[in-house]
């Protein structure tokens, strides 16, 4: 039975409701009065539900559509304005024991180079980052309890936090790596993690089972419940996603948006963030072979409508995606991207020989390119970490991201860390549009006594001090 405070996998992503949500959502679909009351609930921001959100998703009403989509830029603007943060994931080892079969690392794939990063290498690789000027990773690994156990990754983290090379510095870990227990979730948490980040693949678990046929990772409720065990170590900002492509994209957003149900009813806050994940080609996965892949029109209608259901989530997008496809869903609530991303292990520091990459990267383009494109796009790249820094974590995030408090944060951090990325990074073009930015935006800080701060520390960043943050 469907139960969102349930703390078993079936009953809070319960089939039968998905199944009856997406009956409810095909007979409404082009009910206008239903649709109409639905948005203009969606306008209070204070979210959806998975069924209504699952009708807005189905919409066919053209005219209601464009109001659909209008409603999921106003509300990013609300709660994001026209900031992106900027991240990059870090593969640290390949070597995988499971055998999910739209990923090349799964362990019947023979012959991909198998790799692991040795403390030095990740030096190599993460001084390589932080000379691009990153400042937030998400770390990566295959699920592999002997070349890759839970030690590994704990030295890893406290590896890349101990590096500073120039101004560099890595401030913020993101962890994605398999579902495990409790106590290796707390030992995440002590290691000084920011968000922890699984996808689910899908929420279906008759393909689930299917798609993972062997390994841990098979069992479909350890998986799905990871979430929970993660809370109870301490980590109170988790990001979850699917990989769209696998099943009925209609099935993995309702299901979607049930764990966030969930994981707000039982803990009292919601997902940090979502992912929204394409498959992609990769060594030995032909995406074709997977018959539920979605077209950039569908893609987008998601992307508004998983904003509107849940405005306070963060939502990351990666370089799975083209430029094009980027530019066109930015403004509907994307508020997090990955730029000059190296999807396998060891590419950032090392000219490949062989290609370990997990996919095939879309958008090619380096960091300094990406920042000078969303900064000519009207958009604030950001290097920001200071939430997780300062405490604001999980239901004291919330609480402020709810009150629009957050943003009082937002703006300034996210001049301070791209006026460092300026002077220490970027190319002199770069560094001209960026500066003309910065004096625009910084007029726009509502409180006075703030945007004086600013200025001044501004000054100071000029001046060779780093690392300012509200
Ligand atoms: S998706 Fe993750 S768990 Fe599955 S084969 Fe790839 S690396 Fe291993
Ligand atoms: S202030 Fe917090 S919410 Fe805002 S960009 Fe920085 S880390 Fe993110």
Redesign the pocket.
Known sequence: MYDPKSMVADDFINHDEIMETLRYASENKSNRALIESIIEKAKLRKGLSHRDASVLLECDIPDLNEEIYTLANEIKQDFYGN?I?MFAPLYLSNYCVNGCVYCPYHSKNKHIPRKKLTQEEIVREVTALQDMGHKRLAIETGEDPVNCPIDYVLESIKTIYSIKHRNGAIRRVNVNIAATTVENYRKLKEAGIGTYILFQETYHKESYLRLHPTGPKHDYNYHTEAMDRAMEGGIDDVGCGVLFGLELYRYEFAGLLMHAEHLEAVHGVGPHTISVPRIRRADDIDPSAFDNGIDDDTFAKIVACIRIAVPYTGMILSTRESKVVRERVLHLGISQISGGSRTSVGGYAEEEEEDSSQFEVSDNRTLDEVVKWLMELGYTP?F????YREG?TGDRFMSLCKAGQ?QN??LP??LMTLKEYLIDYASPETKAVGDALIAKEAETIPNEKVRSIVRERLSLIENGERDFRF
């Open positions: 900031r943060v950001s920001c970490t200071a939430c604001r957050i944060c937002c951090n996210a």
